[in-house]
């Protein structure tokens, strides 16, 4: 089932597109103790919305990717709810069902590569440690169960051998998984990531995506704004199609057929989308 | 507490280490080193989250303040020379900077800079115009206001330089105390604000500490010269780690040695200023930092695909 949001210019799904029964659709918007829920966020820089009235709660313990063309508030959306960026006046937002100033320790942030420092005198186990400072608390020191904590994230994502490394030594891919290393110390029940596939690698790109599922797998839940519909559409469960407001919300399958996209985007179907949708049309030819 | 014996000892044991030093030029040095300490350690939480600028408006935005506390001293008190009301009178007033700049940022469509700027212009605009208003009173021996403009350690009192020393060690103690928290702040202010650190404390602590760091340092450095000392020496320590504890302790290092190489020279001639000897001082040490420094701070553009020897850069 596809929950539209409430956006007015909303898909209308066509008879041949098979629905599959969903078991996660009342979570996606009456859910009150969902681990992120948005009722009526809206976002104006000054020059026209941003985002326009999003309605949206998450389903628990999914892989949730945020996709939608350049411009249309993915990231505004992330850093909205998180109370970053101001929303206008109206906005409801609770994480698993209470303002977030109450639920610090389940919700961890990973933020895109350009807002970070990168000649900040830092070295890869400093930024780590770095995600465990709200927990320790004023006038606490960091401890050797602390860089024990470091170090396995590090690990996690290949990148222990480089903890003594200043930050803006590594490569692109290296540095997100700095960031997400810190992100993953943190142990939170919900994880919201910006762009965390921007300009990475080969094999970031892989360790990423594992961990990411690895998290999902231990009973998270990883909301990724992502721009790459063909990798979305191989390593996540769900899907929200953002453009300004919510145009479709529900499984992968569902959410990316080249219909809904080309409302969201505007008319521009990514190549690489019209191609799987292609390959998986041979699927169903076959018999199984 | 007694404050006064064990500075005097610390006095002492710098006297038996340089004995060859007069006792004026060990005040001198005892005030200029401190501070010059403490603006280095302060000044590299400041430089990291690019927020020095601040204390140049701050520094400037004294002079009103000392010039009111003098001319009230002087009306009132009938004499001017009492260094900790001038810089309680400077305090005051760099306060009300501050709480200036926040209010006109806040205006629509100011940005911070212009905010700086226009405070700046405002409160050394009128500093300027009351320090003409004094030169002109027949009672103004304005001689002691000139010391707090370009510093002069020269005719310290023992008992200033004391008070100087320990506002530097505090501004120290409470950075020391809040390092991790200051350096969160300073790499990822949204991640520290996420985690739940106390960030309006946080920056109200760090302004107070640029405000101590500042207006203790009028009689050493000088108002105009006080931002340099705050920043120069964190740039130069930079170029010789990576690490920020290290970076932190050996901008003190730095800006201590400027404070008392410059307190040193200006000791041997009458009528070298102290501040603008400082500032050279640190500014020396940077270049020599900048030509023999240990770290390579490469840019990102000239990194090559697969120099760390695990994958390829994309992108």
């Known amino acids: ?288 | 507490m007694m404050i006064g014996p064990s500075l005097e000892t610390a006095s002492v044991t710098l006297a038996s280490l340089l004995p060859v030093l007069e006792f004026n030029t060990r005040v001198a040095l005892l005030g200029a080193g401190s501070l010059g300490a403490a603006a280095g350690f302060v000044g590299t939480f400041l430089v990291l989250r690019r927020r020095a600028l601040i204390a140049d408006t701050l520094g400037h935005s004294t002079l009103p303040g000392v010039c009111i506390a003098f001319l009230l001293m002087t009306l009132f008190l009938g004499s001017a020379r009492n260094l900790p009301l001038l810089l309680a009178g400077g305090t005051l007033s760099a306060g009300l900077a501050a709480w200036a700049v926040s209010a006109v940022a806040r205006l629509p469509k100011i940005r911070e800079d212009a905010a700086l700027a226009i405070v700046l212009g405002a409160f050394f605009g009128l500093g300027i115009a009351l320090l003409g208003v004094l030169q002109q009173l027949e009672t103004g021996q304005v001689a002691g206001l000139d010391a707090l403009i370009d510093g002069n350690v020269a005719s310290l009192r023992a008992g200033d330089a004391e008070m100087i020393a320990w506002l530097s060690l505090g501004a120290v103690l409470v950075t020391i105390l809040l390092f991790k928290e200051l350096a969160l702040l300073a790499f990822d202010a949204e991640q520290a604000r996420l985690q739940g650190l106390p960030i309006r404390f946080l920056e109200f602590v760090q302004l107070v500490l640029t405000v101590v760091v500042t207006v203790a340092g009028l009689r050493a450095v000088g108002l105009i010269l006080i931002i340099a000392l705050l920043v120069i020496p964190p740039a130069a320590a930079r170029f010789w780690s990576n690490r920020l504890p290290v970076v932190a302790a050996l901008s003190a290092l730095i800006g201590g040695l400027s404070g008392l190489m410059g307190a040193w020279i200006s000791a041997q001639r009458a009528g070298l200023p102290t501040g603008p000897l400082i500032v050279l001082t640190a500014s020396a040490v940077f270049a020599l930092s900048l030509i023999f420094g240990t770290t390579r701070r490469r840019r990102r553009v000239e990194r090559v695909p697969g120099v760390d020897g695990s994958e390829v850069v994309s992108g």
């Open chain 1, 1 to 288: 089932m596809i929950s539209r949001g409430g956006a007015p210019a909303c898909v209308s799904r066509t008879s041949e597109d098979p629905v599959p029964p969903d078991s996660n659709s009342s979570d996606w918007s009456s859910n009150p103790e969902a681990p992120l829920r948005v009722r009526g966020l809206s976002v104006d820089y000054g020059s026209g919305p941003v985002l326009d009235g999003i309605d949206l709660g998450l389903p628990s313990g999914r892989l949730i990717a945020v996709v939608g063309p350049n411009g249309a508030g993915k990231s505004s959306f992330l850093r909205a709810a998180l109370g970053f960026t101001p929303a206008q006046t109206g906005a409801n937002v609770t994480f698993f069902g209470r303002p977030l100033a109450e639920v610090r320790r389940r919700v961890a942030y990973m933020p895109q590569r350009e807002s970070v420092d990168w000649e900040f005198p830092a070295s890869v186990s400093d930024v780590v440690l770095m995600g465990l400072y709200g927990q320790l608390g004023l006038l606490r020191r960091v401890r050797s169960s602390h860089r024990a904590a470091a170090m396995d994230a590090l690990e996690r994502v290949g990148m222990q051998e480089f903890a003594g490394r200043q930050i803006g030594e590594l490569s692109g891919g290296q540095q997100k998984r700095v960031f997400l290393a810190r992100t993953l110390v943190q142990g939170a029940d919900l994880f919201l990531m910006d762009e965390p596939f921007a300009g990475v690698d080969a094999v970031s790109e892989s360790i990423i995506a594992r961990e990411l599922a690895a998290l999902r797998d231990a009973g998270s839940t990883v909301l990724v704004v992502h721009h790459d519909l063909a990798a979305v559409r191989r390593s996540f469960d769900d899907c929200v199609l953002l453009n300004r407001q919510v145009w479709a919300t529900g499984s992968v399958g569902e959410v990316l057929t080249a219909e809904h996209v080309a409302s969201a985007y505007g008319g521009i179907v990514p190549i690489a989308l019209i191609e799987m949708d292609r390959a998986r049309g041979k699927d169903t030819d076959s018999p199984s």
